[in-house]
């Protein structure tokens, strides 16, 4: 399933980075990164709730996800 996610204090590549290691656990696919709106385009078999748990584990913060 396509997601859009936007972060909070997501603003250099090494945070790019972070958050996509983060995500591999739950098989997903960055399809796109917009650092300066702080958000990525995902493709996951995760739900918005294991997403949020992973996120929030490696010390970031979901804004929202779509």
């Known amino acids: ?3 859009k996610l936007r972060l909070h204090g997501m603003n250099c ?4 980075t972070h958050v996509n ?3 591999q656990s739950l ?3 960055n399809l796109q ?3 300066g ?3 990525m385009l995902v493709n996951t078999g995760g739900t918005s ?3 949020q ?3 929030d584990g490696a010390g970031h913060t979901i804004l929202g996800i779509d």
């Open 13 to 16: 590549k090494n945070c790019v």
């Open 27 to 29: 098989e997903t696919t």
């Open 49 to 51: 709730a294991l997403i």
């Open 37 to 39: 709106a702080q958000s």
């Open 21 to 23: 290691k983060t995500l």
């Open 1 to 3: 399933m396509r997601r």
């Open 33 to 35: 990164v917009c650092v």
């Open 53 to 55: 748990q992973a996120i």
